[in-house]
């Protein structure tokens, strides 16, 4: 039995059957990253170890009843910003390099609970900070369609390992499109859950009205299945909401009959590459093929979204970053004269330059004589593209965007030009400001073989209209293939 063949719940389907044990799947995902680690850099940290004794555990917990869940027994990755007790949590920032939290995640204990096996932390951009992980402290992640290209980020480590066969499910965490961005880039499936849908509680903090934890998978079913494990109220945050509709896979069928998709005309401009939108243009045809409506329409914020973005993102990211100052944990200078100077040498030595651009932007826009004029005009700009997301949403059930204006970059193209960087955000960064739902699922492929993703985004806690329509489109689309066939480029 080819196990690289199955999904998620395929696997955890075989493993009650006792076609297969949890043990194989565990020991499949190793030999895949023994294969192809040290091409992809996926991983920052694997329990090999640990997996293989939990592997025993949850088969026993499988066949005595203790683990009943649709997903028991799957092999799961964790982006290294999600807290593990015990297990090394750096944000793949020098500055952490050295950090063991005492506790886990919410999401982690609701994963062990349904009883998945963790492989491992993926890498990711420095504090989530980047579009392809190449800001990371401890090296780039490649992307297994095509190693010299970018996985996308700042989730690139979770989507490169589902990609790749070196996990079945993965968790990243998504800020301005940071999984539905490198999922496009990597062939992967992934969502973006209504803001306060799952827990942050234990995700170390990027922008902290805009940070949302998320699935990665290789298809809908797979996703859908996992974020019904970590969907739910958390009293320990906050912002975790209260909702009874978190049965995301009831709502898959073949049929899309009817559903009204809104396609913002805005989004088929200028800098959209051509190869990106033939195969947006191209599932437009095929949802209409499938007896839905598709209607373009205009969104006159577009041009707004990605400063408002990057104003308030910033700006919350220098207030969350301001408590890694080497007193109380994390990397301390070993050369300095007097706290003031520890505080500065610290956070030179520790900060990427990605990190400390963005903290420089951030206590700009926050400073005296500056506040109104950015960070408060930012707020108000967020409160009007909300106002114009809901005036689509009472027409259209689903919304339409590309995920990437292009596809995944060469390796050093995108850090030559942080702005560029930036703007290649544009599709995703509102859904974001908003707190709406937003699914990538692969469309298509360029002219080099790398993968387009489209993005599908929908109302506050309406989910389910996006993995319907994402399903349906998965299954009329057929088998997308695989990266790195036998370890190699694809």
Not at 186 to 200: D, E, H
Not at 206 to 221: E, H, M, N, R, T
Request: proline letters at 4%; hydrophobic letters at 35%; charged letters at 25%.
């Amino acid at each position: 039995m080819d196990l690289g063949k199955l999904t998620a719940l395929q696997l955890a389907e075989k493993i009650k059957q006792h076609q297969i044990s949890v043990l194989d799947g565990v020991k499949y995902v190793f030999d895949q990253i023994e294969a192809k680690e040290d091409k992809v850099h996926a991983y920052l940290d694997t329990y090999k170890k640990e997996a293989y004794a939990r592997a025993k555990e949850v088969q026993k917990g499988i066949e005595d009843g203790t683990y009943t869940g649709p997903l028991a027994g799957v092999p799961i990755a964790i982006k290294d910003n999600i807290c593990i007790k015990g297990k090394t949590t750096t944000c793949a920032s020098k500055i952490l390099e050295n950090f063991v939290p005492q506790y886990n995640a919410e999401v982690i204990d609701r994963l062990e609970q349904a009883g998945l096996v963790i492989i491992g932390k993926t890498n990711m951009d420095e504090f989530a900070m980047g579009s392809t992980t190449e800001t990371s402290a401890y090296g780039v992640t490649r992307n297994p369609w095509d190693l010299e290209h970018v996985p996308g980020g700042s989730s690139g480590g979770s989507c490169a390992a589902v990609a790749a066969g070196e996990t079945y499910l993965a968790l990243g965490s998504d800020t301005g499109g940071s999984i539905r961005q490198p999922s496009s880039y990597c062939g992967v499936t992934g969502i973006k859950p209504t803001y306060g849908t799952v827990s942050r509680y234990g995700l170390v903090a990027y922008a902290s009205s805009l940070d949302q934890i998320g699935p990665v998978g290789k298809d809908v079913a797979d996703c859908a299945a996992l974020l019904e494990i970590i969907a739910g109220h958390d009293a320990k945050d906050s912002t975790s909401m209260k909702r009874e509709d978190l049965d995301f896979s009831a709502s898959m069928t073949d049929k899309i009959v009817g559903m009204k998709f809104g396609v913002p005309k805005e989004y088929l401009s200028e800098g959209l590459n051509p190869e990106v939108k033939e195969a947006f243009m191209n599932t437009l045809k095929s949802l209409t093929e499938m007896g839905a409506v598709v209607e373009f329409f205009s969104m006159k914020t577009t041009e707004y979204m990605i400063p408002a973005y990057y104003i308030i993102a910033s700006a919350e990211a220098s207030s969350n970053l301001e408590r890694f100052d080497g007193v109380k944990y994390g990397f301390r200078a070993k050369e300095y004269e007097g706290l003031h100077d520890m505080y500065k040498k610290t956070r030179t030595e520790g900060f990427g330059e990605e990190v400390k651009r963005r903290i420089m932007l951030g206590s700009f826009v926050l400073s005296s004589g500056y506040y109104d004029a950015y960070y408060l005009k930012a707020l108000r700009t967020k409160a009007l593209i909300k106002k114009e997301f809901d005036q689509a949403f009472s027409k259209y059930d689903v919304l339409l965007a590309p995920a990437s204006p292009f596809t995944a970059p060469k390796l050093g193209e995108s850090l030559k030009d942080p702005l560029a960087m930036y703007l290649g955000d544009i599709y995703t960064v509102a859904v974001n400001l908003c707190g709406l739902p937003g699914i990538t699922v692969p469309c298509g492929k360029d002219a080099a073989g790398l993968p387009i993703g489209i993005q599908m985004i929908g109302d506050c806690f309406k989910e389910n209209n996006l993995f319907r329509a994402a399903h349906a489109y998965e299954k009329k689309r057929g088998d997308f293939g695989t990266a790195m066939e036998g370890g190699e480029k694809a």
